[in-house]
């Protein structure tokens, strides 16, 4: 299964860069057994880093100089392992991580006309275009951030 983290500090709480050093580099060696086929890192204003190797290959100091941090290790369920694959993903306006499982992916492929490589871009294609998770089949947890809504994180869990 998939680990996600992150943080959101807020300007003017001062935790400094060793401190933010410190939490990065333990929560991606944390993480790095729930996932192992990839890793990803969106920070605002940085964009996406993602990489096939060890988490702890993530850019721990760049996380550790950013406010806003959002990260996955992934464990393929569904879809290659690939860069391209590895989330956090930017769908719309919608930019997530999910730990889990949607179980009627392919389904919701044909019934959406959508052609999703990896089961969790349906949460997130769901959330931009304002749809119910109703129809989706499956668990997990998610966090995600509407696009230019800085320091506005959720996160699910179902």
């Not at 500090?9 to 057994?33: C, H, M």
């Amino acid at each position: 299964m998939c680990g996600i983290f992150g943080w959101d500090f807020k300007p003017g709480k001062d935790v400094s860069y060793s401190r933010r050093l410190i939490i990065a580099t333990v929560l991606a060696q944390s993480n790095e057994r729930r996932g192992g086929d990839s890793w990803g890192v969106y920070i605002p204003d940085k964009g996406f880093k993602r990489g096939l190797d060890n988490a702890v290959c993530m850019p721990l100091t760049e996380m550790a100089k950013a406010n806003t941090v959002m990260c996955h290790t992934r464990k393929a369920t569904s879809g290659a392992k690939t860069k391209k694959n590895a989330h956090p993903f930017e769908i719309g306006d919608i930019i997530g991580a999910h730990n889990g499982i949607i179980s009627n992916h392919d389904e919701l492929n044909k019934k959406y006309s959508r052609d999703f490589d990896v089961d969790s871009m349906h949460l997130f294609a769901h959330l931009n275009e304002g749809k119910s998770f109703d129809d989706i089949r499956g668990y997990g947890a998610i966090e995600y951030i509407k696009n230019g809504e800085r320091g506005r994180f959720h996160v699910e869990v179902a």
